[in-house]
């Protein structure tokens, strides 16, 4: 590998520290029209009328559409393959408000100012009903969030929106209840995860026009450039071939882009009016009309033997949906089926979950999409285990967890996916040596009231979905012989235009700088499903090494004929093609050229690739940390991760990667809490209130890799970007346990709670 495995400077690096107008409201025409939305106050409640006639004579107004004015079809915004396991219980505009935010009119002008004083002319007259803003009390609730008669789940994800079940499903392995009863030791207990938001720097934001062909044009910071094009399609009632979608630089997604936020109220404009129209989401709109982490409660009972084995573990998840149903039905799957996995000694399993709707923000995609929230409850209760047993919760995972010794074992709770690398044990090894565990565990009274304590946690993840994404790119030989990569994946901060370069060049044998990437516009690059589920570096990766073995074979072919060989007779080393049995040679260089004149041998390859399987990388985080007993204060001292995730292709970014996904991890645990009032209103609303980590709070983070070989993977790679995401919340509350005694089973860990428990402790 002479490109891969190296610390390269990202593609677009100097772009975007420099400042270079790249992102979407770079790029949006000035004159445009300036698209706003007016906002429900109410959680729940019918629209009677809406009367608009005063609004539209201001100055400058060029629509204001109501329900009246959209199509009458309702579809998903979750940005997933076809057909979506997310139900369609969306319209762009409906009557029936079911939180707080939800769209009423959406009104364009040529400048804020008018669309402002616009949107504060309309008057709409509400029949204002009770809300259910409990989604632990919304089951069979006689207030019904989703009550229409053409709510529609185009696969069995078992919903019932009239008990407002979004979705539901129960897994058995074993049997749970006879390994419980035989086990010596049982916890049984209830964690319960609050809804984060993603905060992107850039939030959601979307430019639309109408080009030479009549045609609509979307330029949107998006993850699923692809997804976009069909349910803008759905919900705009015309043909996808009428739809571009063009993906710009993003500034974060983080999940929070793989759904449609705000392309859907510019691009009805522009059709309405055929003008150029632009919607910039305000930081308090992205805060109240987001797509947030699902809310969840998670039910634990694990059971063990005197000597610390796992026997079996039953997980009763109910997940709070929101008013709407977007990745509801799969973001709650991976908090048992991965969380469980990783124990996979155990001889029974038991899964059940509940999806349920409430008057509350609609959530959706998050990094760790679902897996964060079941490995909190589940290291949680682990570390409880062995704190019941007495044992070092380092010691009682290395009985339990996988490791390499399991590797071609099948894994009943992961699909029964056959595990092909793993190397978690050297993880959790490093981990220890890295932070001293051995000296720390449990704790150390440094004095003046403040105790130092060490807590641990393991994780997994997936890379792809198996059986479902799909990732294809195009490579191009140019003439002159540089290379064009055309993918259809999303950079949406990550680096992936990089990593997937990276693995061109050495694929091609070529200078990084020989490979110009170009992504993402649906009317030119390959389909690709998306930047989701941890699947670019594996699922797009593998494309790129298949279509690059094809285009050397034809440069090989066309070396060949210009030689006047056979293809058998040469190689091609990547920088010409020479002959085995002569000395004749010919450069890339003029077999790019020579190609493109009087021949129709134009040099280019394209492959798409999917997996039957989605190989785990895999985590251990351990943290220390400072209490104070007088106040309960939390500070971060030091967070030590080791990675699994195969081949490293670029040391940098995956180590960036890491570093942000633990800052997320510590923010979710300690700080993050979407806190509505009695009405169903966001409360904090605003960075003032919504608080987020900032460097000093996430103390110091190192970070590691123990690679091991992914066969199935390129280069022998997994996925990165959502597992560094799984093991703060329970490493800190594992930590804050050892200082403490305190159990803290509800996120986030604030101080009231801390202090609140040793009172209860001691009391």
Partial sequence: MNIVNKKVRKKDAMSLVTGKPVYTDDIAQDNCLIVKVLRSPHAHALIKDIDIEVAKKVPSIECILTYKDVPNSRFTTAGQTYPEFSPYDRLILDKLIRCVGDPVAIIAGWDEKSVNKSMNLIKVNYEVLEPILDFKEAKDNQIVVHPEEDFKALVDIGADNKRNICASESFKYGNIEEELKNCSHVIEQTYHTKANHQTAMETFRTYTSIDTYGRLNVVTSTQVPFHIRRILANALQIPKSKIRVIKPRIGGGFGSKQSAVSEMFPAIVTLKTGKPA?????????????????????????????????KAIDMNTLWNAGAYGDHGPTTVGLAGHKAMTIYNKAKAYKFDYEVIYSNTMGAGAFRGYGATQGFFALESAVNELAAKLNIDPTILRMKNMLTQDQVENVMPTYYDEKLKSCTLDKCLIKAKEMINWDEKYPCKDIGNNKVRSVGVAVAMQGSGISYVDVGAVEVRLNDDGFYTLMIGATDMGTGCDTILAQMAADCL??????????????????????????????????????????????????????????????????????????????????????????????????????????????????????????????????????????????????????????????????????????NGRMINDSFLQYKIPTRIDAGNIRVEFESSYEPTGPFGAKSIGEIVINTPAPAIANAVYNATKVNIRTLPITSEKIIMGMINTVG
């Fill in 278 to 310: 632009k919607m910039i989401y305000s930081r308090k709109e992205s805060l109240t009309n987001g797509s947030p982490r699902h809310e969840s409660e998670i039910t634990i009972r694990l059971g063990a033997d005197e000597n610390g084995i796992i």
């Fill in 509 to 678: 044998d070529c200078e990084l700088d020989d490979i110009i990437v170009h992504g993402v516009d649906t009317d030119l690059s390959p389909y690709d499903t998306g930047s989701y589920a941890s699947s670019t570096t594996y699922i797009t990766g593998m494309a790129v090494v298949k279509t690059c073995e094809k285009l050397k074979t034809k440069i090989k072919a066309e070396g060949a004929r210009l030689l006047g060989c056979t293809e058998n007779d040469v190689e091609f080393n990547g920088k010409e093609v020479f002959s085995l049995e002569t000395n004749k040679k010919i450069t890339l260089k003029d077999i790019a050229n020579m190609s493109l004149v009087g021949e129709n041998n134009y040099l280019t390859a394209s492959e798409s690739h999917y997996s039957p399987t989605s190989p785990p990388p895999f985590m251990s985080g351990i943290v220390e940390i400072e209490v104070d007993k007088l106040t309960g204060k939390v500070d971060i001292i030091d967070y030590v991760a080791v990675v699994d995730c195969g081949t490293v292709i670029n040391p940098n970014l995956a180590r960036v990667q890491t570093e942000g996904g633990i800052v997320q991890g510590i923010g979710m645990t300690l700080y993050e809490d979407i806190v509505y009032d009695e």
